[in-house]
C-alpha cells in the first residue's frame, strides 16, 4: 500500500505559478510510477501528467504541456507538479496517483493508490 498527501493548492491569478507537492509513504516510492490527474466541477477526472518510476520519462496532456513540469525526488518519496502561466480553466482539484505499471499509464484505471486533491483556483 501507498499513501499519498498532496500539498501546495491554492487561489491565483491568471498567469501565476504553484508547485503542488505529493508525499508518499508505505511502499517503496521508487517501485511506483506517478501520475497527477484533475477534476473540474461537472466534469470527469482527467489524466495530466505522469512520470516513470525512475523519472527518466515524463508524459503531458496536449493541454498543459509547455506549461506544466512534473518530477520527483525518490529520495525525499516526493512528486511534483510545477504549474505555470496558469488559466481559468485550470481550476480543479488535482489528485496525484501511484500506479504499480512498469509504464507511464494515463488512464486513471491503471492508478491503485490515490491522494486526497489540492484544490487549484484560477481567477482574477
Known amino acids: 500500500q501507498v499513501q499519498l498527501v498532496e500539498a501546495g493548492g491554492g487561489l491565483v491569478q491568471p498567469g501565476g505559478s504553484l508547485r503542488l507537492s505529493c508525499t508518499a509513504s508505505?511502499?517503496?516510492?521508487?517501485?511506483?510510477?506517478m501520475g497527477w490527474f484533475r477534476q473540474a466541477p461537472g466534469k470527469e477526472r482527467e489524466f495530466v501528467a505522469a512520470?516513470?518510476?525512475?523519472?527518466?520519462?515524463?508524459r503531458y496532456a496536449d493541454s498543459v504541456k509547455g506549461r506544466f513540469t512534473i518530477s520527483r525526488d525518490n529520495t525525499k518519496s516526493t512528486v511534483y507538479l510545477q504549474v505555470n502561466n496558469l488559466k481559468p480553466e485550470d481550476t480543479a482539484v488535482y489528485y496525484c496517483a501511484g500506479s504499480p505499471l512498469l509504464v507511464i499509464a494515463v488512464a486513471s484505471t491503471d492508478y491503485n493508490y490515490w491522494g486526497q486533491g489540492t484544490q487549484v483556483t484560477v481567477s482574477p
Open positions: 512520470i516513470s518510476r525512475s523519472g527518466g520519462v515524463t
Open positions: 508505505g511502499r517503496t516510492f521508487g517501485n511506483v510510477a
